[in-house]
């Protein structure tokens, strides 16, 4: 059997102490096929932005392998590509000089109009046709994030997504997981994303990878996302399967996250797939908060 495009094997990560050691996760599988989408949700402290860390080569592991398009990743890449919260744009540059920036590294045999031109349409993928020309100083919170996802998209990498919206407001996150959308729809890359927010992975995701509570924590289920694309906020809640796949997402984050980890039910062979669209008993009524559930994780 072909292993899948991305291969985490029995991924550790443990920090050492003068009184215990701290195991944040131990003995992680998960598999990712070239141009999936995945998701990756837990409470905080379960090690998920460890794992990313790891994934783009800016971390260790303590033990265990990631082999990413049959080769094993050994330290950061322009193969694969990191969009933080906080933007990481360099200031004195424009918008446009910040995407070519990243362009001209990946491709160092294109000469300058190449650079500009494949940078250009990027922005103008992201909705910033008209402020190329600008430095960051002079864009919003959200366009500086789409200066960064059209930077991370024009190089063609493996796509890391560290809770990319996690710092803007709800009406610009929504615009820009839109553009998020359109942008993946177009270049069909890896992606593995970051996020706290249930509604955010469901609209996104082909598959959410749900971890038990640290430490020690261990990714105990994969739940695929089977409604149809393309999808948008205003239509995805009319969708039969949305409130069982959300229902089943926050059930077990305020729940069995820590049940699993308590009774050590899961022996990290891999996560479990479940598809809670197909369950025709579950409740259908939100009736979840999902303002405690983002206090919660």
Not at 185 to 214: S, Y
Request: net charge negative.
């Amino acid at each position: 059997m072909a292993k899948p495009f991305v291969s985490i094997e029995k991924l550790t990560k443990i920090y050492p102490s003068k009184d215990d050691d701290l195991v944040v996760f131990d003995n992680v599988n998960i598999g990712i096929e070239k141009g999936e989408f995945v998701c990756i949700i837990g409470h905080s402290g379960c090690g998920k932005s460890t794992i990313l860390n790891v994934l783009a080569g800016l971390d260790e592991p303590s033990a265990g392998t990631i082999v990413m398009d049959g080769k094993e990743v050994r330290g950061p890449s322009l193969e694969r590509g990191v969009v933080f919260q906080n933007y990481s744009l360099l200031p004195w540059r424009s918008a446009l000089q910040n995407v070519c920036f990243g362009v001209r590294a990946r491709y160092p045999g294109w000469n300058k109009r190449q650079v500009q031109e494949h940078s250009a349409r990027y922005l103008e993928m992201v909705g910033l046709g008209a402020s190329l020309n600008k430095k960051p100083s002079e864009l919003s919170g959200g366009m500086r994030q789409r200066v960064s996802i059209a930077r991370a998209f024009a190089t063609s990498p493996k796509l890391l997504l560290d809770e990319p919206f996690g710092a803007l407001d709800a009406l610009t996150r929504g615009v820009i997981q839109d553009e998020l959308i359109k942008v993946w729809g177009e270049t069909q890359q890896t992606v593995f994303m970051i996020t706290h927010d249930v509604d955010e992975a469901i609209l996104l995701a082909d598959r959410i990878l749900l971890m038990t509570n640290g430490p020690r924590a261990q990714v105990a289920e994969s739940v695929k996302i089977s409604i149809p694309r393309p999808r948008n906020r205003a239509q995805i809640v009319e969708d039969p399967a949305y409130y069982r796949i959300r229902n089943h997402l926050v059930n077990f984050l305020v729940t069995r996250s820590g049940e699993i980890r308590e009774q050590g039910d899961n022996d990290g062979s891999g996560p479990v797939t479940v598809d809670p669209s197909l369950d025709t008993t579950a409740d259908t009524d939100d009736s979840s908060d999902p303002l405690a559930l983002q206090a919660a994780i």
